[in-house]
Nanobody, 126 residues
Framework: QVQLVESGGGLVQPGGSLRLSCAAS????????IGWFRQAPGKEREGVSY????????YYADSVKGRFTISRDKAKNTVYLQMNSLKPEDTAVYYC???????????????????WGQGIQVTVSS
């Protein structure tokens, strides 16, 4: 049974940083790509970043490129999202999701993922 558990969210001031973690069980990062999505109130869920299983290649939405960094620790079966220079518009519930796909094709499409975490709140406000 696949389980994804997010942690590391919270309240931060604009310009600050947070690091989200996605601890996975029931799967191995050698065969599952992991994506981060977010959903703000009244908005659709959007893809934020992705790391592929085959080669660890990373992908980012334009809105976070240069500010967010995704990485993985295979030994801990955990994926991280380092978020720097946070803006109020980054406020959302953040989810990690897994799919058994080797590459990054359509990584930003939510329906391509079969397993999701419960989500964690990130609030950027002064």
């Amino acid at each position: 049974q696949v389980q994804l558990v997010e942690s590391g969210g919270g309240l931060v001031q604009p310009g600050g940083s947070l690091r989200l973690s996605c601890a996975a069980s029931g799967l191995t990062l050698d065969y599952y790509g992991i994506g981060w999505f977010r959903q703000a109130p009244g908005k659709e869920r959007e893809g934020v970043s992705y790391i592929s299983s085959s080669d660890g290649r990373t992908y980012y939405a334009d809105s976070v490129k240069g500010r967010f960094t995704i990485s993985r620790d295979k030994a801990k079966n955990t994926v991280y999202l380092q978020m720097n220079s946070l803006k109020p518009e980054d406020t959302a519930v953040y989810y990690c999701a897994a799919r058994p796909t080797p590459y990054g094709t359509n990584w930003f499409i939510a329906v391509t993922y079969g397993d999701w975490g419960q989500g964690i709140q990130v609030t950027v406000s002064s």
